[in-house]
């Protein structure tokens, strides 16, 4: 499909008297409407990220500080960091500070920056962590949840 030159077109608009010319109404109503083609498809914002970064694994209407909140701020949250081995979930800077706080039992970081999927935080997840009970005590968290909290340590990864 080709396109009218476009000087005849902006003529329209530097000389208003060019648009009673009936043959010009045309070419203005063409501008027109590829001009309405070519945004009417813009997004606009980004009120569902997901769509486009390629999606998460957490549930719809889920999120990782939403997992955290219900299952670990109950023993790791400002307030009772003292009885949750003295980890804080709740304050600022989360995933990056599990990168440089050490596991009571390893004396390693939390999470692992090399392979932030291999880390200590989220093998405390699972059934056997390696080092002391599985988190959160007394339950766990399904696959979709261990997911979604996997995609977002690595996605907190620091840059090096």
């Given at each position: 499909m080709s396109f009218p030159p476009l000087a005849?077109?902006?003529d329209l608009f530097a000389n208003p008297s060019a648009a009673r010319r009936p043959y010009r109404a045309p070419l203005a109503t063409l501008f027109a409407a590829?001009?309405?083609a070519t945004t009417a498809g813009c997004a606009g914002g980004l009120d569902e990220p997901e769509?486009?970064?390629g999606g998460s694994s957490c549930a719809p209407g889920t999120t990782a500080s939403s997992i955290l909140q219900a299952q670990c701020f109950s023993c790791h949250s400002t307030e009772t960091k003292a009885t949750g081995a003295n980890l804080d979930l709740q304050a600022a800077g989360l995933p990056g500070r599990l990168y440089t706080t050490n596991a009571q039992c390893t004396s390693k970081p939390l999470a692992d920056s090399a392979n932030p999927s291999q880390s200590f935080f989220l093998k405390k997840?699972?059934?056997s962590p390696g080092c002391g009970a599985q988190m959160p005590?007394?339950?766990s968290l399904n696959a979709a949840d261990t997911a979604c909290l996997t995609d977002w340590l690595v996605a907190g990864k620091p840059s090096p």
């Amino acid at each position: 499909m080709s396109f009218p030159p476009l000087a005849p077109v902006l003529d329209l608009f530097a000389n208003p008297s060019a648009a009673r010319r009936p043959y010009r109404a045309p070419l203005a109503t063409l501008f027109a409407a590829a001009l309405l083609a070519t945004t009417a498809g813009c997004a606009g914002g980004l009120d569902e990220p997901e769509r486009f970064t390629g999606g998460s694994s957490c549930a719809p209407g889920t999120t990782a500080s939403s997992i955290l909140q219900a299952q670990c701020f109950s023993c790791h949250s400002t307030e009772t960091k003292a009885t949750g081995a003295n980890l804080d979930l709740q304050a600022a800077g989360l995933p990056g500070r599990l990168y440089t706080t050490n596991a009571q039992c390893t004396s390693k970081p939390l999470a692992d920056s090399a392979n932030p999927s291999q880390s200590f935080f989220l093998k405390k997840l699972t059934p056997s962590p390696g080092c002391g009970a599985q988190m959160p005590q007394g339950s766990s968290l399904n696959a979709a949840d261990t997911a979604c909290l996997t995609d977002w340590l690595v996605a907190g990864k620091p840059s090096p």
